[in-house]
């Protein structure tokens, strides 16, 4: 059976291949429209996919799945970023926030990885957070809570008292004026011996910025320079769109050290973890480990070779920085010498 939907962009085929999967293709009606992926093969019913469809959009459609189903995507990079600094059994019983969780990929990944945990989603997007609430329920989880943040610049009380912090994928995404406000709040409400990770987020100390326009250098630009530059060449922004708008959708990053920075005005002082785990030792090779495997899937030929050899190489070559940065931030009273080593090394 096949299911045909003819959508304002894009004309989007769902196949039936038995046991449960269906194959995605959708075909973008501007040939030129910046699309991540544009087949994927799914365990979604038709009725999730046509939700994702009318949240995301077409040319975010598949990609959107694959962060949920891709075992080399989310779920490579949150075991790469997690179990790096925290032994699994460690969740066991233990209240996670992920904030900023979207439309629910890492919840209901974190929900499966560690069933006996309780994973609180919070978002601000009511339209994400629907769709969250149906991935949840299309994997019968009964370990997740998913409410709605009360503003851009305030956490729900019920955030308070948790024990593991998550900002995947979101800290680019905050407005420089709600960092500060959003990170304070959410380390005042970890508990003392907790831990806040934040991983997926592009490091704006490295020299591409791959997250929003693809550009080299663009991240040490002066922001109305960086704007020319992000509508006259990169092919995912459009020429109209407003600096403001590129900074939501995350073209600026951050960098340990601004984390650290605001964490540093709390009584309660951050002392970054050193990864312990899977034979890494710093925090740069959990993005070259986790991302080695999907960049050798998801690109061919010259292309292949050259992304794929610089990941591979970097570690051999000791480079401290890579395109996103996988921190674990520990709460404590004072500061260790351990720790000023580990800011001195970043």
Same mark, same amino acid.
């Given at each position: 059976?096949?299911?045909?939907?003819?959508?304002?962009?894009?004309?989007?085929?769902?196949?039936?291949?038995?046991?449960?999967?269906?194959?995605?293709?959708?075909?973008?009606?501007?040939?030129?429209?910046?699309?991540?992926?544009?087949?994927?093969?799914?365990?979604?019913?038709?009725?999730?996919?046509?939700?994702?469809?009318?949240?995301?959009?077409?040319?975010?459609?598949?990609?959107?799945?694959?962060?949920?189903?891709?075992?080399?995507?989310?779920?490579?990079?949150?075991?790469?970023?997690?179990?790096?600094?925290?032994?699994?059994?460690?969740?066991?019983?233990?209240?996670?926030?992920?904030?900023?969780?979207?439309?629910?990929?890492?919840?209901?990944?974190?929900?499966?990885?560690?069933?006996?945990?309780?994973?609180?989603?919070?978002?601000?997007?009511?339209?994400?957070?629907?769709?969250?609430?149906?991935?949840?329920?299309?994997?019968?989880?009964?370990?997740?809570?998913?409410?709605?943040?009360?503003?851009?610049?305030?956490?729900?009380?019920?955030?308070?008292?948790?024990?593991?912090?998550?900002?995947?994928?979101?800290?680019?995404?905050?407005?420089?004026?709600?960092?500060?406000?959003?990170?304070?709040?959410?380390?005042?409400?970890?508990?003392?011996?907790?831990?806040?990770?934040?991983?997926?987020?592009?490091?704006?100390?490295?020299?591409?910025?791959?997250?929003?326009?693809? %550009?080299?250098?663009?991240?040490?630009? /002066?922001?109305?320079?960086?704007?020319?530059? #992000?509508? !006259?060449? @990169?092919?995912? +922004? =459009?020429?109209?769109?407003?600096?403001?708008?590129?900074?939501?959708?995350?073209?600026?990053?951050?960098?340990?050290?601004?984390?650290?920075?605001?964490?540093?005005?709390?009584?309660?002082?951050?002392?970054?973890?050193?990864?312990?785990?899977?034979?890494?030792?710093?925090?740069?090779?959990?993005?070259?480990?986790?991302?080695?495997?999907?960049?050798?899937?998801?690109?061919?030929?010259?292309?292949?070779?050259?992304?794929?050899?610089?990941?591979? %190489?970097?570690?051999?070559?000791?480079? /401290?920085?890579?395109?996103?940065?996988?921190? #674990?931030? !520990?709460? @404590?009273?004072? +500061? =260790?010498?351990?720790?000023?080593?580990?800011?001195?090394?970043?």
């Amino acid at each position: 059976m096949r299911i045909t939907i003819d959508d304002r962009d894009a004309v989007i085929r769902v196949e039936e291949k038995g046991s449960g999967t269906r194959r995605i293709v959708v075909e973008m009606k501007d040939r030129r429209a910046y699309s991540p992926r544009l087949h994927w093969d799914t365990q979604y019913p038709p009725e999730l996919i046509k939700a994702v469809l009318g949240v995301k959009g077409a040319a975010w459609l598949c990609d959107e799945i694959a962060r949920d189903e891709d075992p080399l995507y989310v779920r490579s990079d949150l075991m790469m970023s997690l179990l790096s600094y925290v032994e699994e059994n460690d969740f066991d019983g233990k209240l996670v926030l992920d904030f900023g969780c979207g439309s629910g990929a890492s919840t209901v990944i974190i929900a499966r990885m560690f069933p006996r945990c309780r994973v609180l989603g919070v978002e601000l997007d009511e339209r994400f957070l629907e769709l969250a609430r149906l991935r949840s329920q299309h994997y019968r989880l009964d370990n997740v809570d998913l409410i709605r943040s009360p503003s851009a610049d305030r956490i729900p009380e019920q955030a308070l008292g948790v024990d593991f912090i998550l900002l995947s994928a979101v800290w680019e995404h905050l407005m420089p004026a709600e960092r500060p406000l959003l990170l304070l709040q959410m380390w005042e409400s970890l508990t003392m011996q907790g831990v806040l990770f934040v991983n997926q987020t592009p490091d704006a100390r490295f020299p591409i910025e791959a997250h929003t326009t693809g %550009l080299p250098l663009l991240n040490y630009l /002066p922001d109305c320079v960086a704007l020319r530059c #992000a509508h !006259g060449f @990169s092919k995912r +922004v =459009s020429p109209t769109t407003p600096w403001a708008s590129l900074l939501r959708m995350g073209i600026r990053g951050g960098t340990p050290g601004e984390i650290l920075g605001i964490l540093s005005q709390s009584p309660y002082s951050p002392v970054l973890l050193q990864p312990k785990a899977h034979g890494i030792t710093r925090q740069s090779d959990i993005y070259y480990r986790s991302a080695q495997r999907r960049l050798q899937q998801r690109y061919r030929g010259v292309k292949r070779a050259c992304i794929v050899g610089a990941v591979e %190489l970097a570690p051999t070559l000791g480079i /401290p920085i890579a395109p996103y940065v996988s921190l #674990a931030i !520990g709460k @404590s009273r004072g +500061v =260790s010498d351990q720790d000023t080593k580990h800011r001195n090394d970043l």
